[in-house]
C-alpha cells in the first residue's frame, strides 16, 4: 500500500463478480455481461443498507417486467 492507494476495493468486486457468475448467473452469455455487471454494481453499492428488503419489496411491486430479447 503507498499512502492511501490500495487495491482492495477492486479484488473485491472482482471476487464477488466470479462468485455471483458461478452461483447466481448459472447460464450466462455475452450478450446481457452488461446487466450482470450493472446487478453487481447495485448490490454492491447497496451492501450496507439496512432497509434493502423493504426498499426492493416496494420497488418490485411498482415496477414492469423486463423484456428480453432474442
Do not use: P
Not at 499512502?3 to 452469455?29: A, C, P, W, Y
Not at 450478450?31 to 447497496?46: G, I, P, V
Not at 411498482?62 to 430479447?69: A, S, V
Request: charged letters at 30%; aromatic letters at 12%.
Amino acid at each position: 500500500m503507498i499512502g492511501d492507494v490500495h487495491t482492495n476495493s477492486i479484488e473485491g468486486v472482482r471476487t464477488l463478480f466470479k462468485r455471483s457468475l458461478m452461483g447466481t448467473f448459472h447460464r450466462r452469455s455475452k450478450k446481457h455481461m452488461d446487466r450482470y455487471l450493472e446487478e453487481l454494481k447495485w448490490r454492491f453499492n447497496n451492501r450496507d443498507n439496512d432497509h434493502i428488503f423493504r426498499y426492493m419489496l416496494a420497488h418490485s411491486m411498482n415496477t414492469k417486467n423486463i423484456l428480453y430479447l432474442t
